[in-house]
C-alpha cells in the first residue's frame, strides 16, 4: 500500500512541474515564414501571391557575401524566390543563368514540388551599383547556392533536384562538379560547356546542320540585308524611335553588321524555318523584320548591352563563348571588320581566360557525374558545345530530332517522356510521384 501511495505521489508531483513547466514555457508553433526568418534573420522576406500548384510564395533578399573566403569584403543583396507546398515533397532548385523573374519551371510542375529559384549574383535585381569583378566568379556563385541549399535542408527533408536553362543549365553541371552530393539529381536543359572563348564546334554546326538550300538562303539573307544598308538603317532608326532605343555604346551601323553575323547562329538556334527566310524581292522592311525576328536589334542597344555586360564577363574570363565567321559577307562589311565578343564586356577590366575552367567541369561531368538527366535540342547551336557522359555513367542525355534551344521535356514523344520518367524515378525512387506532361 505505501509502494501504491508513493507511486500516486509521485505522478501527482509530476504532473504539477510539468504543469508549471507548460505554463512557464509555453510551447512555440512557428508559422512557415517564422520558420524561413529563423533559417535567414537577416534577410528580407516578403510573402508573394502562390500560383499554380504552390500554396506560399515569398521573396528573399540575402545579403550575400561578396567573397564567401573573406567576409570583410561586404554583401551584396541577392534575391531568392522561394515557392512551397509541402515540406516532405521534391524540391526544384533553379539555378538562374542571369536575371530571375518569378515563374514555375517544367520539373517543378512534373514533380509538384517545391521551388527555389535562385538569380545569378549581379544580375538583375541582384546587381549592385557598383560592381566588383573580381568577385562575378563561377565558385562564388557556385558557394551562393551551396550555403543556400543546406540551410534549406533543415526545412525541406524530401529529394532535391537541381535545374537551369542554357547558361542556368551550365551552373547546374558546375554546382554538380563543385559538390556532387548537394541534391539527388540534376536536370540542366540545353546547357553548354564551351572549351574557348571562340569556339569552333558552334561554326561547324553552322556549316553542316539542315539542309544545303537551307544554309545556302541564310547566307543570300545575310548579303541581302548588307546590300540594302541605308534602306535596312532607315527601318532600324525607326523602330529604335518607336521602342525608345539608342545605339550609342555601338552604333546603329554595328549593331546591322553583329546582327548579320550573328544571324546564322540565332537561326539555328531558335528553330528558324527555313522557308520563312525572305529573298531577294523582300523590301527593307520586311528583311528587317526577319533579322529582328530572328535575331532581334534591341540586343544591341544601349540597355541590353549595360545588362548583359556581367555575362560578357563570365564568357570572356571563364565559361567561353562563340566566335563570328565573316566570310558570307566580308566584301560588304564597313564597321566590324574585326568582330569580337570583347567589344560587348567591361571596359578597363581584367579579362585573362581561365581555359582550364570550364574542362575541369567537363572532366567530372562526363566522367563522374551521375543521375543527370541532358536535354538539348538537334539543330540548337548550344548543343554543339554539349558535354557526353561515358558509357559507364549513371546519366541520360535525350536530344530532339530538328529540337531549338527552347526545347523542353514536354517536346518529347510520350515515349521518349516515359523514359525520361523511368530513370527520373529510378534515381529518385518509386516514393516520389511524378507528374507526366501534356504536349
Known sequence: MKFYKSLLF?????FSIISCRVNL???????????????????????????????????????????????????????????????????????EGYNATPRTYELSKIFKGNQVQVEYRFYGKSRP?????????????IEDYHKLVNKLKRLYTGKWISTGISKGGETVLIYK??????????????????????????QEHINTVGSDECRLNITKFQRLLLKNRKAVLNEISKYAEEKN?????????????????????????????????????????????????????SFYNDTTYYDLLPSYYQHMTELGYYGFDTSPVKDLLKVVLKPTNLGFAPKNVDLSYN?????????????????????????????????????????????????????????????????????????????????????
Open 177 to 202: 562538379s563543385k559538390y556532387p552530393w548537394d541534391v539527388d539529381v540534376a536536370v540542366p536543359y540545353v546547357a553548354p560547356l564551351i572549351n574557348t572563348p571562340e569556339d569552333i564546334r558552334t
Open 129 to 141: 551599383d557598383s560592381i566588383q569583378w573580381q568577385y562575378l566568379k563561377n565558385d562564388q556563385a
Open 25 to 95: 514555457e509555453p510551447i512555440e508553433i512557428l508559422t512557415f515564414k517564422q520558420q524561413l526568418e529563423k533559417l535567414f534573420p537577416k534577410a528580407e522576406i516578403t510573402k508573394l501571391d502562390p500560383k499554380d500548384h504552390f500554396t506560399k510564395a515569398f521573396q528573399i533578399v540575402l545579403e550575400q557575401p561578396l567573397d564567401h573566403k573573406n567576409p570583410n569584403a561586404g554583401t551584396f543583396k541577392h534575391y531568392v524566390y522561394l515557392s512551397h507546398i509541402d515540406e516532405a515533397k521534391p524540391t526544384v532548385i533553379i539555378t
Open 355 to 439: 581555359p582550364n575552367y570550364i574542362k575541369n567541369v567537363r572532366d567530372f561531368v562526363e566522367n563522374k557525374g551521375k543521375k543527370i538527366l541532358y536535354i538539348y535540342g538537334e539543330y540548337d547551336t548550344w548543343g554543339a558545345c554539349a558535354p557526353t557522359p561515358k558509357p559507364h555513367v549513371d546519366a541520360l542525355k535525350m536530344v530532339l530530332k530538328k529540337g531549338s534551344h527552347s526545347t523542353r521535356i514536354k517536346n518529347f514523344s510520350s515515349e521518349d517522356q516515359q523514359k525520361i520518367y523511368n530513370k527520373l524515378q529510378s534515381w529518385l525512387g518509386y516514393s516520389v510521384t511524378i507528374y507526366p506532361l501534356n504536349n
Open 245 to 297: 532605343m539608342s545605339f550609342t555604346e555601338l552604333s546603329a551601323e554595328e549593331a546591322l553588321e553583329y546582327a548579320t553575323l550573328e544571324f546564322p547562329f540565332s537561326f539555328w538556334q531558335w528553330g528558324g524555318k527555313c522557308d520563312e527566310i525572305p529573298n531577294e524581292n523582300a523590301s527593307p522592311k520586311q528583311l528587317f523584320e526577319y533579322v529582328n525576328k530572328i535575331v532581334g536589334i
Open 10 to 14: 509521485f505522478l501527482a508531483l509530476s
